[in-house]
């Protein structure tokens, strides 16, 4: 079983920052097999960034995914209000699939 | 418009069996893998397992082989998870979601069901 491992656990920047979290895999997941979700608080999970640099449907271009084999970053350009949330990574490169265990992204 | 909505919320006792329900609308649900996360208070997501409606074929993780069934009705477009004994342990946020590719097994969540909180305590 896959085990993916999110850093840093806990992110405090102030609106307007760039945020760069990274999911680091046990073994390799190729070049595409890893997805990014946003949770925000009372809510259901939200598709980000698949494949892994692909931006879902609506998903803003300050938004952007990249990594291949082990180590994946999401980096968010500049960060506005309603991006302050927990985001996951997930790969899909074997059965069972795995999730990492979350970046909270705070205000600073 | 695709839609996966679930049963409401379940108080049980340890020991009780449950069964929750996610209905999928706006698509072919049929061809479609439906996986289930579950969300434990104040963690992560974790990846339970997926069944795909059209044979109800599964595939489950390790973790949860064994502890859950996961079953489907595709005349009712439907999928089920489904407890025999209950334990406190069991508490916590339950969500379905589609795979993202027509057919496929492997993949992203392209949607998720609004999630059913079940709380299991005597």
């Known amino acids: 079983e896959i085990v993916l491992t999110q850093s840093p656990g806990t992110l405090s920047l102030s609106p307007g920052d760039r945020a760069t979290l990274s999911c680091r895999a046990s073994q390799s997941i190729g070049s595409s097999s890893l997805a990014w979700y946003q949770q925000k608080p009372g809510q259901a999970p939200r598709l980000l960034i698949y494949g892994p640099s692909s931006r879902a449907t609506g998903i803003p271009d300050r938004f952007s995914g990249s990594g291949s084999g082990t180590d994946f970053t999401l980096t968010i350009g500049r960060l506005e209000p309603e991006d302050f949330a927990v985001y996951y990574c997930q790969q899909y490169y074997t059965s069972p699939g795995s999730f990492g265990g979350g970046t909270k992204v705070e205000i600073k | 418009e695709v839609q996966l909505v679930q049963s409401g919320g379940e108080v049980k006792k340890p020991g009780d069996s449950l069964k929750i329900s996610c209905k999928g609308s706006?698509?072919?649900?049929?061809?479609?893998?439906i996986g289930w996360v579950r969300q434990m208070p104040g963690k992560g997501l974790e990846w339970m397992g997926i069944?795909?409606?059209?044979?109800?074929?599964?595939k489950y993780s390790p973790s949860f082989q064994g502890q859950v069934t996961m079953s489907a009705d595709k005349s009712i477009s439907t999928a089920y998870l489904q407890w025999r004994g209950l334990k406190a342990s069991d508490t916590a946020i339950y969500y379905c979601a589609r795979l993202a590719l027509y057919d496929f097994w492997s993949g992203y969540f392209t949607y998720w069901g609004q999630g059913t909180r079940v709380t299991v305590s005597s």
């Open positions: 069944i795909y409606p059209g044979d109800s074929d599964t």
């Open positions: 706006g698509y072919s649900f049929t061809n479609y893998w």
